[in-house]
Nanobody
Framework: QVQLVESGGGSVQAGGSLRLSCAAF????????MGWFRQAPGKEREGVAT???????TYADSVKGRFTISKDNAKNTLYLQMNSLKPEDTAMYYC??????????????????WGQGTQVTVSS
């Protein structure tokens, strides 16, 4: 049993920053990948950033240079530092993890466990 709990969302002005956290509870060994995904109203869920068990990261082109994904293994916590936020970043952000091997990192269907989401709203 694995539970993921996101926090850190909120409302900011364009150009501002937020840091999202995802705390993992239960069996958290042997992740292949953990990541952040987002979904805006009327749009498909999309991958934002992922980090695998070895620390290798993958970013969507739309957030490269602005967002940074990291993890603290001792605390079983995943982070997403979001800088230079834009209105188009407005979405519900979800934390996810997978035990599957060799999956496409930014593809939502590759992930087994999901948090409930945290809302990020960026005003212009």
């Amino acid at each position: 049993q694995v539970q993921l709990v996101e926090s850190g969302g909120g409302s900011v002005q364009a150009g501002g920053s937020l840091r999202l956290s995802c705390a993992a509870f239960g069996y958290t060994y042997s992740w292949y990948s953990m990541g952040w995904f987002r979904q805006a109203p009327g749009k498909e869920r999309e991958g934002v950033a992922t980090i695998d068990s070895r620390g290798s990261t993958t970013y969507a082109d739309s957030v490269k240079g602005r967002f940074t994904i990291s993890k603290d293994n001792a605390k079983n916590t995943l982070y997403l530092q979001m800088n230079s936020l834009k209105p188009e970043d407005t979405a519900m952000y979800y934390c996810a993890s997978t035990f599957l091997l060799g999956v496409a990192a930014l593809t939502p269907s590759s992930y087994n466990y999901w948090g409930q989401g945290t809302q990020v709203t960026v005003s212009s």
